[in-house]
């Protein structure tokens, strides 16, 4: 039987890297990998999943009111499907979740899901949230806060590179706007010694 799987982490653990590496090992073995990223992230292009080390490849851009059950299984029919590929995963709604859930369940295709645990203020992505309700396994990705540390939190700077500390849940940005820190450095909001 098939399995949800949900691997999430803080910004720049190398998710989107993972899931990228994930396809080319079943379409090295000749088996189809259907990927999906977030219609509401476009930093790549649409439609389109990058990794900050320079892997990139087109995927279908899902948005918020899409079945995801309903399309996966046209193109399941289409053409079998051994995998399904979902980047941003925190931007799923809890409807998506559960539509990937019947995928897992019911077409027996296994759905692997990567994307962030918690937001700029410590607080769960409903997606995020859905996923570690729901998920067969769960799977952290590491990542390291500029003391060397696990980190854990999310940084959100504005335009000056300070942190901010309110605003709205989504605003799509890379490294100039979010930082990753460990729980005390989120806590204290200190964002150390930046790279050039």
Known sequence: MSK????????????????????????ERGMRAFLLTAAVDERAGKGRIASRIGLS???????ADDDLAQIISARHAEQPVHCVL????QFLTREQVWQLAHVADG???????????????GKLFPGSEALLAIA??????????WCGA????V???????????????????GNERYVSVCRRHWTARELGQRPQ
Not at 86 to 89: F, G, I, T, Y
Not at 150 to 153: L, P
Request: net charge negative; with cysteine; glycine share 6%.
């Open 4 to 27: 949800l799987y949900f691997s999430y982490a803080a910004m720049n653990a190398g998710k989107s890297t993972v899931l990228l590496q994930a396809a080319h090992n079943y379409e």
């Open 57 to 63: 490849r087109d995927a279908f851009s899902y948005a």
């Open 86 to 89: 979902v980047d941003e995963a």
């Open 107 to 121: 077409l027996d295709i296994p759905v692997l899901c990567y994307g962030l645990r918690t937001d700029f203020q």
């Open 136 to 145: 067969d396994q769960l799977r952290e990705i590491r990542t390291i806060c």
């Open 150 to 153: 696990k980190a854990t939190m």
């Open 155 to 173: 940084l959100r700077l504005d335009e000056n590179g300070r942190p901010v500390a309110e605003g709205a849940q989504v605003q799509i940005g």
